[in-house]
C-alpha cells in the first residue's frame, strides 16, 4: 500500500519532480491514492499509514514547507473526524487532498493576475532557475498583451533555467539565456527580477534556489526591485518556534561526475535571501512585504499554527 507513497518520494528525492509546487501536488495525489487503496481495518490503522507516508514524503525533499503543510492538513481532517468507517475517512483525505488541490491551483491565478500588473510593457525581466508560479505569472501578462523580454540564468548544476527558457519561447517572448556568473554583468538592463520560493521563514526571508541571494544581492546594488512569487503556503510554521529552514545538500556528483579524490564538493540546493532584499512578495493576499508574512499567514491560514 505504501508503494505509491514510496515511488511518488522517490520521483521527489530523484527531482524527477521540481519545483514545490509540483513537489506538493505529487505528495497530495499518492496521499490520496493512499487512503484509496487502504486495507486497513480501524481508524487507528488507517491513521498508522498516513503517519508513514508523511515520514516517506518528509525526508524525500527536506525545504519544501509547502508539502507538510499540505500532509499535516489533510492528516489532520481524518484525526479531527469522528467518523471511523475507514471508507468515509478515505473520502475525507479525498476531500482535503482536492479542497487542497484547488485551494492551490485558486491561489496561482490570484498570484499571476496581480503579479502580471507589475510587468511593464517593454521591460526585462530577470528569474533564476525554474518556478512553475513565476512562468504562469509571466504568461498571464503575455495574454494580457504585455511586451516584454525575459532573461534566464541557466541554474546549475541541475540546469532548471531550460525549463523557464523554453517555456518563455513556447510563448513567443524574447529570451536570453546566461551562465548564473553572467548576472551582474546584466543586471543593469534589468527592469525586474522575479523569483519562485520554496520556504518563507516567520521572519519573512525566502529560501529558494541556491544562487538567489546573489541574485537579490546584485539586484539591490542595481537598485532593481527584486520580487518573490510564491503561495503563502510555502510559510513555514517551524520557523516561527525557534527551528531553522533545513537546507537539502544534493550530491556533489550532480557538480563534478569524477572530481579528484579529497576534494570536498558541495552542493546546497537553495540559499536564504534576507527580507530586506526583498521589494515585495507576491502571494493570494496581495503584493505584500515579507515583513508582514507572520501577521498575513495568522489571518488567512491560522491552521498552519497548530
Ligand atoms: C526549484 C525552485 C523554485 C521553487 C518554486 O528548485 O527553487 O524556484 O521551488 O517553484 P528544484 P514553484 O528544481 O530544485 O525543485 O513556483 O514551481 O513552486
Redesign the pocket.
Known amino acids: 500500500m505504501q508503494d505509491t507513497v514510496r515511488i511518488a518520494a522517490e520521483k521527489i528525492r530523484k527531482?524527477e519532480v521540481?519545483?514545490?509546487?509540483?513537489?506538493a501536488i505529487a505528495a497530495i495525489t499518492a496521499m490520496e491514492t493512499l487512503a484509496k487503496q487502504t486495507r486497513a481495518k480501524t481508524k487507528k490503522e488507517f491513521l498508522k499509514e498516513l503517519l508513514k507516508a508523511k515520514e516517506t514524503l518528509f525526508v524525500s525533499?527536506e525545504t519544501e514547507p509547502?508539502m507538510r503543510n499540505a500532509v499535516r492538513l489533510i492528516i489532520s481532517q481524518v484525526e479531527k473526524s469522528p467518523e471511523k468507517n475507514i471508507k468515509k475517512l478515505s473520502e475525507t483525505v479525498s476531500m482535503a487532498s482536492q479542497q487542497f488541490l484547488k485551494d492551490l491551483e485558486n491561489s496561482k491565478e490570484r498570484i499571476a493576475e496581480m503579479g502580471a500588473r507589475r510587468i511593464r510593457n517593454n521591460s526585462t525581466i530577470l528569474t533564476?532557475?525554474?518556478?512553475?508560479?513565476?512562468t504562469y505569472l509571466l504568461k498571464k501578462a503575455r495574454q494580457d498583451g504585455k511586451a516584454f523580454e525575459v532573461i534566464c540564468t541557466e541554474t546549475r548544476p541541475?540546469f532548471?533555467g531550460r525549463i523557464t527558457a523554453k517555456e518563455m519561447l513556447d510563448l513567443d517572448v524574447k529570451t536570453t539565456f546566461i551562465v548564473d556568473s553572467a548576472t551582474r554583468f546584466f543586471m543593469n538592463q534589468v527592469d525586474m527580477v522575479v523569483?519562485?520560493?520554496?520556504a518563507i521563514t516567520s521572519e519573512g526571508n525566502v529560501i529558494?534556489?541556491i544562487g538567489?541571494s546573489m541574485v537579490a544581492l546584485m539586484a539591490q546594488e542595481a537598485r532593481i526591485p527584486f520580487y518573490v512569487?510564491?503561495?503563502l503556503l510555502?510559510f513555514d510554521p517551524a520557523t516561527m518556534y525557534g527551528d531553522y529552514e533545513k537546507i537539502e545538500e544534493r550530491t556533489p556528483t550532480a557538480i563534478w561526475k569524477d572530481a579528484p579524490k579529497n576534494l570536498n564538493v558541495r552542493n546546497p540546493?537553495?540559499d536564504v535571501t534576507r527580507r530586506d532584499f526583498i521589494h515585495g512578495v507576491i502571494c493570494e493576499e496581495g503584493i505584500i512585504s515579507p515583513h508582514s508574512i507572520t501577521e498575513v499567514m495568522h489571518r488567512k491560514y491560522p491552521w498552519v499554527f497548530k
Open positions: 527531482l521540481q519545483g514545490a509546487r509540483n513537489v525533499r509547502l533564476h532557475c525554474h518556478s512553475s508560479t513565476v541541475v532548471q523569483v519562485g520560493a520554496d529558494n534556489k538567489t512569487v510564491s503561495e510555502k540546493a537553495f
